[in-house]
């Protein structure tokens, strides 16, 4: 049986944007689906993600001084892609060749922009 897990998104106000880039979003997006379709158990991710922050806490500083760090969004969420990343390949639900692929096709063509409006459940199409 699939391990079934509730997320429930803490109320934010109206001006918040819950990811920093739509980037973000679409990670966070395809991990939950992919879960729910039963292709791994959160566990399974959750240990990589740990693995994956625990790398870039370990880091060297950069050119300004600054580590990064999970509680900046871009910081978390790179952890959080790495970790979805390596999860999927050893997996087998992708390809190396497939992820770059698809990576190059949205660094040529960016999508616009966009926020949630209102409450309740975000669905990404």
Not at 87 to 103: E, N, Q
């Amino acid at each position: 049986m699939a391990e079934r897990i509730a997320i429930r998104i803490p109320e934010f106000p109206p001006e918040t944007d819950v990811f920093a880039e739509p980037w973000e979003a679409r990670a966070f997006a395809l991990a939950v689906e992919l879960q729910a379709r039963g292709h791994f158990q959160w566990a399974e991710f959750r240990a990589r993600l740990i693995e994956e922050i625990a790398a870039e806490d370990s880091s060297p500083a950069d050119e300004s001084g600054d580590r990064p760090t999970p509680e900046r969004s871009a910081g978390y969420y790179r952890c959080w892609l790495r970790a979805f990343e390596r999860l999927t390949l050893a997996k087998g639900i992708l390809d190396r060749p497939s992820i770059d692929r698809r990576a190059d096709s949205i660094a040529a063509s960016p999508p616009a922009r966009t926020r949630a409006h209102g409450r309740g459940p975000v669905r990404i199409a």
